[in-house]
Nanobody, 125 residues
């Protein structure tokens, strides 16, 4: 079992930056690839980014590529999402998720075994 707790969300103006974090507890953090997803009101949860177990490989949704950066610190059991050049359409609840498998369909929610409770990110225009 893995428990995930996100933090760092908030209100930011368009063009600004924000870094959100997710701390894991329970089983060995480095055994899991980690992902970030987001869900806006009335929309389905969508893939944002993923990082491999040791952090050597990263993947991004096209909508955030070049603006967001996912990273992890296995010594701190933490995964980060640095969000730059934020847009109003980035407004959503952001969730971190842990995947114990090699990852076949990395953008699918069903790929992930554990989820955090989410942190709200609001970007004002």
């Amino acid at each position: 079992q893995v428990q995930l707790v996100e933090s760092g969300g908030g209100l930011v103006q368009a063009g600004g930056s924000l870094r959100i974090s997710c701390v894991a507890s329970g089983r060995t953090f480095s055994a899991y690839a980690m992902g970030w997803f987001r869900q806006a009101p009335g929309k389905e949860r969508e893939f944002v980014a993923r990082i491999s177990r040791v952090g050597t490989r990263t993947y991004y949704a096209e909508s955030v590529k070049g603006r967001f950066n996912i990273s992890r610190d296995n010594a701190k059991n933490t995964v980060y999402l640095q969000m730059n050049s934020l847009k109003p359409e980035d407004t959503a609840v952001y969730y971190c998720a842990a995947d114990s498998t090699p990852g076949v369909v990395i953008h699918a929610t069903y790929e992930y075994d554990y989820w955090g409770q989410g942190t709200q990110v609001t970007v004002s225009s």
